[in-house]
């Protein structure tokens, strides 16, 4: 099957904030980079943050290390046309570009993350390294619930708010629908962040390996200048009214009602 335009791919997440292409890379690049990211995991490197969690292992570094010649795949997995189109065109505003990168090795059964947005605006571009189903705690998405998010944290910025306060964690009177992102090792999920989404459970036995990348996203304000103007702005004091306590939860553990499908 034919990759997709970048194109339409922007127009897919402009509507829906998340799309899915299932084996994107060919199974030969993939095991290339599985190898590779072996190796990263096992590696002392400077600039490599290693957090073991309870359900495995996770990575955190700039993007420059792609340029080390042991992560050659990794680096062009991101560098593809497809990715630097889409990353370019979703959001003309946007400054950075693929700066960080997060490698994820889970072999313990653990229920991964919690449903939320994430504080900090990004487009994130997800490769599978290992076969990731339902079972392997498939990465899940309310398609569509970026725009009342990013259209939340934009109101709270405007009034002065700081998005330390923004509510990213859904109420339990927020209902909505996670779909789950399955497919084998090489497919590639393109989400932007402001939508609700989460990791499933990883089950007994199963495991779950990926590499994601991020290219921070800009909005109106976002910038700098309207941030500082927006402190002084009389209507920063309707913040508790736009945001009433008890609506959200700020970085707790508060559950929704949630129909997965």
């Given at each position: ?92 505003k946007s400054k950075a570009s693929l700066d960080t ?161």
């Open positions: 099957m034919a990759a997709p335009s970048a194109e339409a791919v922007v127009g897919e997440l402009n509507e829906r904030g998340a799309i899915c292409l299932p084996s994107f890379f060919d199974a030969p690049f993939v095991e290339d980079m599985r190898g590779e990211a072996i190796t990263l995991l096992s590696s002392q490197i400077s600039g490599v943050k290693k957090n073991e969690l309870s359900s495995g292992t996770r990575l955190r570094f700039d993007s420059k290390v792609f340029r080390d010649p042991r992560f050659t795949h990794l680096g062009q997995a991101f560098a593809v046309s497809l990715v630097r189109e889409v990353a370019a065109g979703y959001n003309p990168a997060t490698i994820t090795y889970d072999k313990k059964p653990y229920k991964i993350t919690d449903v939320h947005f994430d504080i900090e605006r990004s487009l994130k571009f997800m490769i599978y390294l290992s076969d990731v189903y339902k079972e392997n705690a498939a990465f899940r998405y309310c398609l569509g619930s970026h725009r009342e998010n990013t259209k939340l944290r934009n109101r709270l910025l405007l009034l002065g708010g700081s998005l330390w306060n923004l509510p990213t964690i859904p109420d339990a009177s927020e209902d909505f629908i996670l779909t789950d992102m399955e497919g084998p090792r090489g497919t590639l999920i393109i989400f932007d962040t402001d939508g609700f989404h989460s990791a499933g459970s990883l089950e007994q036995g199963k495991e779950r390996l990926l590499i994601r990348a991020r290219t921070l996203l800009s909005g109106w304000y976002d910038d700098h200048f309207l941030r500082y103007v927006a402190r002084l702005n009389p209507l920063q004091f309707l913040v508790p009214l736009i945001v009433p306590a008890g609506r959200r939860t700020t970085g707790g553990r508060a559950m929704a009602r949630i129909e997965v499908h």
